[in-house]
């Protein structure tokens, strides 16, 4: 491990069975388990060269980049604190040579990334702006709430930054399916794979994971709740 210095307001904590150092606000805004069902249902192929799109803390990249050590992953973040703790995190995971930490904003994608990538994975705001507390300087309402682009904001950033037949592998709210899939169509990304999670067993549907096709034909595989 990479010594790396944390700041008065910054823990290290340990995603067990996955062998991932995570450098977080000791109060900001904290990963929870849904970076890690995206992880686990991403399902990257050799050699591929993802996107993390909007990456926070950076927990979906390291996890494929640990996990797949073939692949390659750029974490596009934002927030300057957000930044600085995904660089840290790389370097005390000793992932410098797979994972690069980009400072990006999704309503601005450089030209020169258009068409770059395999593989996109995209963990974003849920809430609309009006919907709950949301105090726009806060790192847990940017994360949390469209402040800094909305669903339709990320979807575009990421057809731009794939190549043809590139897919995007997104979590979102249930809620919001039919946005989100009317979004996709829009962007040219057909909808191939999806997967409904549930918070037990009967209860409503809580969370959806959706894997989009750049240039793909119709036909969805729709995978056991979860």
């Avoid at 990257?44 to 050590?69: C, H, M, N, T």
């Avoid at 979102?172 to 067993?201: D, F, I, N, T, W």
Wanted: glycine share 10%; with cysteine.
């Amino acid at each position: 491990m990479a010594d790396v210095s944390l700041a008065e307001n910054e823990t290290l904590d340990r995603l067990d069975g996955l062998d991932v150092d995570i450098v977080q606000h000791r109060d900001g805004y904290r990963f929870s388990i849904d970076p890690v069902l995206l992880a686990d249902f991403s399902l990257p192929r050799r050699q591929e060269r993802i996107a993390d799109l909007g990456s926070g803390s950076g927990v979906v990249a390291l996890i494929l980049a640990r996990s797949f050590p073939s692949v390659s992953v750029v974490a596009m973040e934002l927030q300057d604190a957000q930044v600085v703790r995904a660089r840290k995190s790389v370097a005390l995971n000793g992932l410098q040579r797979q994972v690069r930490v980009e400072q990006a904003d999704v309503r601005s994608m450089p030209p020169d990334w258009h068409g770059g990538f395999d593989l996109v994975v995209c963990n974003p705001p849920f809430r609309p702006l009006g919907q709950g507390r949301c105090s726009q300087g806060d790192e847990r309402a940017n994360s949390r709430h469209e402040v800094s682009g909305g669903l339709d904001d990320f979807i575009r950033a990421a057809a731009l930054l794939l190549k043809h037949g590139g897919r995007l592998a997104m979590i979102h709210l249930a809620e919001r399916s039919s946005e989100l899939m009317v979004g996709l169509a829009r962007q040219g990304l057909a909808v191939k794979r999806l997967r409904y999670v549930h918070s037990r067993q009967g209860s409503p549907a809580r969370l959806v994971l959706i894997e989009a096709r750049k240039g793909g034909q119709a036909g969805v595989a729709v995978s056991p709740p979860l």
